[in-house]
């Protein structure tokens, strides 16, 4: 009998079958991230198209699972959880979450296949629009996913009309989670400091960050600050974060509108307390003007009008004439 570790248990109900009773999985792998790979699945008796990830049980995991399963309620916008199992392997616990199959991959590839990396403003406004629905939503829930980035954005399809979706919730906080010390009776309020009371808004403000850097990538196709040197994080690129020391080159920008560039200044502010915050973003010119209902109705119910005119106009004509005949 292996010793059933317990590292908390989940809000809602998890399968602890195998899953292959239930699930036929394939050694093919969609994408692969730091804590796992992704492997297509498809369920037995439906025939539904998954995916399913592998973790190895830990309270991280089950914090992952658990903020992800709460996010995608009510969110289109949202890589949504099909199944979770708990089973064993070899002695080892593992988590198996499955999810909806995103056939169109990761937006990363999207941007990099594309000839020039370029979208025009409207597509990448589309873009910034679906993602602006996922993190209002998680914000609305106090919820941060502290790893927005291409890698995690997810296509419904290969088409140009595919539904981007968020995914990968390794990192999400609930805002008031590190809070709970100090909401217990026990505690003084005395020596906390300030950025931790504000720390959930801070962790929210983040976000808002990172989607300035995608908007930034999908409008030129390189990001804001990249790393001089090979070495990942160097001290010359943490300090152009921290200073917030990033340019709009010419050579791709000069015909961007102003009001992309602004939306990207506000959303790449350093002080997290004066960053725009994702209410602004809704009903910022750039995204309101680039989303609002195409004018295509608006031109045909032109034509439709201009259509009656006409008609009327001929037939008063017909009508006239007739009587200067009669
Ligand atoms: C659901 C979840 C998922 N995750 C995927 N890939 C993950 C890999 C780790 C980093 N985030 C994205 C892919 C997918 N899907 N579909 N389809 C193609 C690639």
């Known amino acids: 009998k292996t010793t059933n570790i317990r590292y908390g248990s989940f809000p809602f109900t998890t399968r602890r079958n195998p899953i292959i009773d239930d699930y036929d999985i394939s050694s093919e792998a969609l994408g692969c991230g730091i804590n796992g790979k992704v492997l297509k699945c498809q369920h037995r008796r439906t025939g539904q198209k998954c995916a399913l990830k592998i973790l190895k049980d830990s309270v991280r995991a089950r914090q992952e699972i658990i903020m992800h399963k709460r996010a995608c309620e009510n969110c289109q916008y949202i890589v949504q959880v099909v199944d979770v199992y708990e089973n064993t392997y070899d002695f080892n616990q593992c988590l198996l979450l499955v999810m909806e199959r995103m056939e169109g991959g990761e937006l990363f590839n999207r941007i990099r296949e594309r000839t020039n990396g370029l979208y ?15 993190v209002k939503h998680l914000h609305q829930m106090d919820i941060a996913h502290r790893d927005l980035k291409p890698e995690n954005l997810l296509l419904t399809n290969e088409k140009n009309d595919a539904i981007l979706k968020l995914s990968d919730f390794g990192f999400a906080k609930h805002g008031n989670d590190q809070l709970l010390p100090l909401c217990t009776p026990l505690f003084t309020p005395f020596y906390v400091a300030p950025e931790i009371l504000s720390r959930g808004r801070y962790d929210k403000a983040c976000d808002i ?7 930034y990538v999908l409008l030129c196709g390189y990001p804001p600050f990249f790393p001089e040197s090979e070495e990942q994080l160097s001290t010359g690129l943490r300090s152009r974060i921290r200073t917030g020391n990033y340019q709009f080159p010419n050579e791709e920008w000069e015909h961007i509108s102003e009001e992309a560039k602004s939306t990207i200044r506000r959303m790449l502010t350093v002080e997290p307390a004066q960053r725009i915050t994702i209410g602004e973003i809704l009903t910022s010119t750039w995204l309101t003007e680039l989303t609002s209902e195409r004018p295509i109705d608006m031109i045909a119910l032109q034509d439709v009008e201009t259509q009656t005119q006409l008609e009327v106009a001929v037939a008063s004509a017909t009508d006239i004439q007739r009587r200067t005949d009669d």
């Open 120 to 134: 025009t403003e409207r597509d990448a406004a589309r873009y910034i629009w679906m993602i602006v629905q996922a």
């Open 209 to 215: 960050w990172s989607m300035g850097i995608i908007m």
